[in-house]
């Protein structure tokens, strides 16, 4: 445990905010996309048996559910306490030490601690089609429900990888039946599970929300991905770009009872929202701008649901802006650079695995309220930041706009 003077001290001189450490995560399946301005020699920093690293986290006081050689902080988001050495201490320590003096009375009473987090999701094939646990299944294992918004940031997506449409859900006519008859031959042949889904083509500056309970198999854009403090998945598609993945991945998170069982493995979907009619109009997400002047843009590109909400924050070449928030949030630079606050602030290029960054934040609530100096330093290029909220945002759209 970090000493609390050191978080108290870097909370001060960072007037509330915390400059964090890029956390990048490996994952032993599918092929990295190379998009996260990691160096190319660094993408098996962890070790060939870890897989190549596919994402990168923010604001996490969580760890990845990644097997047995994944170390106990994996996915942890680290404090950096100075540019000038190597000392760090976690976002987790520093809200268990700070409390609602960091996130707020609100979640701190509600959730004792930061109750979501966000990811660069990069993959250069799609993922499989697979399913968050809902609350209700998760706890039967001790775990929390994970509900999910993405959002494509044109900043980050130069190309698209090898397949440029998400499948959600199923399609409105499926029996489950079918859907059952595909998991029980799981380990006897390719699942074709995606045959009875639907697929929607990515179109940048957009984004979707998927509940917990859906299913959903994304494409292979860089995506970003505020969502709820929960890793936890149920695979139903066995064969991808050629790619076997085990019956394992998908009974992980089943009771030990259950996992032969295929209607409580079927139970894990929340059938009606996969089968939605209308499942753009429900779930789609095109930005919803939130105040606009010559100075700068925000815009909603998570919202309308009851667990996180995300904005992009675009300030133009040259502009000096104060920007105010009700809530703590976390945020990364993804174009531009300038100052944030006390901080020097650069959206990075190349990193090198371990090494400290200018370019991810957690603005305390009390910083948010009373408002982040943004300087934009460039004549040319804008500052664009993404920003991620918990629950507690008032000001997040409720309804999504008429499509």
Sequence with gaps: MAEKDLIRKTFEEGKGVFRLMPTFVPRRFGKAGHRLKLHPDDYYALGIERGAIKERWFSSTITANNGPLAAPDEGMSYVAVS?????????????????????????????????????FFDFENPLFHHVHLTFEAAARVGKLGKPESYYFPRQLNNYSGENNATYFGFDPDTDPEDVKERLRHYNEADTRITELSRAYRVELGTGWYTPAGVIHAPASYLTYEPQWNSDVNSVEENVVSGEIYPRDMLVEECPEDKKDDIDYIFGLLDWEKNIDPHY??????????????????????????????????????????????????????????????????????????????????????????????????????PIVILKHFGPNNPDCPKTVPEQ
């Design 280 to 381: 753009k109009k429900t779930y789609f997400r095109p930005p919803v701008v939130h105040r606009e002047t010559e100075q700068y843009v925000e815009k909603w590109v998570s919202y309308a649901n009851e667990y996180i909400c995300a904005k992009e924050l675009t300030v133009y070449p040259g502009q000096t802006v104060t920007i105010k928030d009700p809530a703590a949030y976390g945020c990364i630079f993804v174009q531009g650079h300038g100052k944030f606050g006390v901080f020097d602030a650069e959206t990075s290029v190349m990193l090198r695995f371990g090494q400290q960054s200018a370019d991810e934040y957690f603005v305390s609530e009390q910083a948010a309220k009373a408002g982040i100096v943004i300087e934009n330093q460039s004549k040319y290029e």
């Design 83 to 119: 540019p000038d050495s190597d000392e760090k201490f976690t976002l987790k320590e520093a809200v268990d030490t700070l409390g609602a003096e960091l996130i707020g009375q609100e979640l701190w009473e509600k959730y004792g601690g930061w109750p979501m987090y966000s990811k």
